[in-house]
Structure formats: C-alpha cells, structure tokens
C-alpha cells in the first residue's frame, strides 16, 4: 500500500476513513472469491487424498486374490523323530495323513587320483580329458607342459556347464586331484576318460571312485519312491516333498485345507468392497439442507466425475459372470457372494427359499471347487484381451491401477488441484498490486482535494479576519 497515512491533515476532512472504505469495496468481494475458491480447491485436494487412499487400501486386497495360489491354502504338519528332515509344499492338495521316511539323499559322483609325487607343479603331456555326467559330456584341452594346478583351473574354468568342479589335496605322499560333480542321481555317475599323452591317464583311468553318485530313496506308507534329485514332486498328489536328511524312524506329514484362511481372504475382499464403497458415498455425498440450506454440507467431492466414474466401474466389473467360467463356478453368486439394495456386498448367513445360505455356497466352494473359486477371481485372460475373459480380482485391479498409478487419474487430478492453488497465490499477488495502485490513486486524488479545501478554508479564515477587523458602521436614526 502507499505510504502516506495521513490524508486530510491540511482541511481536517477524515479522508483516511474515506480512503479505507473505497479500498475495502474494491478489496472485499475479489477476496471472499478467492478465499472462496482456495477453500473449495483445498477440500477437494483433501478429498483425492482420502479417496487414493480408499482405493489402495482396497487395491492390497484385491492382489491378493488375483493369484490362483491364494485359493490353494494348505495347512502342513510334520511330526515325528525328525520333523527337518524334509520339508514340503503343496499345490492343490487333497486332505491326507501319512507316514514319510527319507532312507537316503541324492548324492553326485566325488573322484580322486592316485597320489602324484611331483605335487601341484607336476607337468603332463599334450591330450584332452573327457568329462561324461549322464547323457552330457564335457573335453578339456591340456597343452604340453600344463601343470596340474593348470588342468584343476582349465576344469573349474569349463566345467560350470556340467557341473563338474576340481580341486587339489597336497598330501605327505604327494598331490591329488579330486573332481567332484553336482549332478546327482545313479544315473548321473561321473567318469573320465583322455586321449594323448600316456601322463593323462593318472588323472582319468587312474581315478577311485570316493562317492558314487546315487538316488535320494523315501518311503510314503511303506512304498518306496526314488528320485535323481533331492525333491520329490508329487510323489503325495499336490504335494513336494524335498528331503534333506535322513530319518531315523517314520515322520507323520498331516496335510489339511486352510478353510478358515481361504474363508478369511474372501470376507476381507467383502469387507473392503464395503469400506470402499462408505468413503466413496461419504465423498461424493451432494450436501442435504435444500432450497439454498446449506446447514448440512456435502462430501469433500460431491458431484465429482471421478467418484461416479470410480463407482460405475467397479460396480460394473463385479456384475454377471465370467463368460469362459460358463456353466461352472462363474458368478459370485455362486461363492455366496450378493448384493443387497444399497449395493453393499454381503454373504448371507441364511438362505432365499429352499436355497443354500451364501455361507453354505462359500464353504462349499472352499472345500470342493477350490481351483474353481481361483479362476472365479484370478483367471487372467489367456484366451485374448476381452475382459469378459479375466476373473474378478483381475478386472478390479486394472481399473484401481488406472485411477492409483503415477500417472493416472487421481495423479492427474491432484495435479490440477495444485496448479490451481499456485493460480490462486498468483491472483493473490495481482490483487495486493491492483490495490496498492488504486490506493495511490486515491490518495493522490484526495491529497489535492484536502489542499484545495485547505486553500478555501485558509481563504475563509483570512477573509473572516479581516472582516472582523473592519471598522463598525453605525446606523442612524
């Protein structure tokens, strides 16, 4: 504003409080708009924030279920005399109870040379050694004058592909070179052969055997079961078993459905739904007073385009069935899953006429349909791109990451929001310049009307005076 403060001091006129009521005129109404605006423009961005955060927290739920091994829940117990001797997944299985021995672990193939007097430094001839583990064999090229510390690199060096590694022993009656392969299984036994130079042979014919490569060996209810490796694969139907030690005596692996977890997952997929659509309905609430009665205000979004679009959608993508489902479990009707006239998700604990209860269709589904209940939610359209294809938990997804990545809607949203608070900073900043010069303005105005008043009161004074000063005039009678 302009520095002078005392207008009005030459003609005494209360020209300040005149000024003060034109700057307000000017000021007051431009202000309460913007005041206004920011105020709304806060609400809103208040708003976005609580609504991402409705929809993210809703978006944890949904992941979760749109991973078909979240419907296959199993609970797994082991006990016995050595309940780490394996350890088990399951994939699918079916309830059982059984009696598990590991008798021996996969082993690979372990060589070793006779002892070579000249030790490590110990030169050879020109050859090559062959290397055959099964079906895969593996030739390293020894050059003339190699020593055996150079041959154990060149195998470390070559020998990843077969899994065949080399060390050195220095022993007091000389060096030995041991070979040691990782693949394991009796039909995985390591051999060596060479050509070339006579030297090689000490180092391929002239190997003992110090472990033979064999099968891992278990037992399930008596019947005996091998594998090349360490992990068994549905040996039990749904079930791998990995072996890691063996048992002194039979372990009993009880292996049960998760019900209550599967159950639990799918009532917080409800009950989300359900939160969602409350902040949705608090957000977009339109204010209730009526007839310019604004005593009860409406929600932070109230009428807001995302909000409807956000309902429409998600309500949209849970509505009739899974068309490649067809004629199965394709609905969530058929989970026990309904709506009730508001739109809020409800598993019904009684039934519709003769109908099972929604508790009865889910536990059912549960018990008997699990793999079913999983494509229901998690089916991710392998047919193609139409979304009458995807599953439940799939559909919803996508549409909560189109409104919740970086990118998306509600960022966008957010940005708007802000652009439009630093607009109204900007108006701000014009409005205070505005008025500074409409006030230097009137100050400059006002300043020559109080010295033209000035002049006249002056004026009025000295005439006053010197009339006063004048002679008296008597009349006569």
Request: aromatic share 4%; net charge negative; hydrophobic share 35%.
């Amino acid at each position: 504003m302009a520095g002078v403060t005392n207008a009005g001091i030459g003609s005494g006129l209360q020209l300040e409080d005149l000024i003060s009521v034109y700057v307000n005129a000017e000021k007051a109404p431009k202000e309460a708009i913007l005041n206004q605006k920011e105020e709304t423009t806060n609400s809103q961005l208040s708003g976005i924030g609580q609504l991402k955060s409705a929809l993210s927290t809703f978006q944890d739920i949904v992941k979760k279920l749109t991973d078909p091994k979240a419907f296959d829940q199993n609970t797994v117990a082991i006990t016995g005399p050595n309940t780490d001797a394996f350890s088990v997944e399951t994939n699918n299985a079916s309830k059982g109870n059984f009696q598990v021995e590991v008798q021996q672990l996969a082993k690979g193939t372990r060589l070793s040379s006779a002892a070579i007097a000249g030790g490590s430094s110990t030169t050879f001839g020109a050859g090559k050694l062959t290397f055959n583990v099964g079906d895969k064999s593996l030739d390293i090229t020894v050059d003339d004058g190699d020593t055996l510390s150079v041959i154990r690199q060149k195998i470390n060096d070559a020998g990843g592909d077969l899994g065949v590694s080399a060390n050195i022993i220095n022993g007091d009656d000389g060096a030995r070179l041991t070979l040691t392969s990782n693949t394991t299984g009796s039909a995985n036994n390591l051999t060596v052969t060479s050509t070339g130079d006579a030297s090689l042979s000490a180092l391929s014919t002239g190997l003992s055997v110090t472990q033979a490569a064999q099968d891992a060996v278990i037992t399930v209810d008596g019947t005996t079961i091998s594998s090349d490796t360490n992990t068994f694969k549905d040996a039990i139907a749904g079930v791998t078993l990995t072996a890691k030690a063996v048992t002194t005596g039979a372990n009993t692996l009880d292996v049960s459905r998760d019900t209550d977890g599967i159950k639990s997952m799918i009532k917080d997929f409800v009950d989300g739904y359900n939160a969602l659509k409350a902040s949705l309905d608090t957000l977009g609430a339109p204010g209730s007073g009526g007839d310019g009665d604004d005593s009860v205000a409406g929600g932070a979004l109230a009428f807001d385009p995302l909000v409807r679009s956000i309902k429409n959608q998600t309500q949209n993508a849970l509505t009739g069935s899974i068309e490649a489902l067809s004629g199965g479990m394709d609905s969530l009707y058929k989970v026990g899953i309904t709506f009730d006239n508001s739109g809020k998700m409800e598993i019904l604990s009684y039934g519709i006429g003769n109908g099972p209860s929604g508790e009865d269709r889910l536990t059912d589904a549960i018990n008997n349909n699990a793999a079913q209940l999983g494509e229901l939610f998690a089916r991710n359209n392998p047919t193609g791109n139409d979304s009458k294809d995807k599953g439940f938990a799939v559909k919803l997804d996508e549409i909560l990451t189109s409104y919740t990545e970086p990118k998306g809607a509600i960022a966008e949203r957010q940005g708007s929001l802000n652009d439009t608070l630093k607009s109204i900073s900007q108006q701000r900043d014009d409005l205070t310049l505005r008025l500074s010069n409409y006030e230097a303005t009137m100050r400059a105005q006002f300043d020559a009307l109080d010295q033209i008043v000035a002049q006249y009161q002056s004026t009025g004074d000295y005439l006053t005076s010197a009339l006063a000063s004048l002679p008296s005039v008597k009349s006569k009678d």
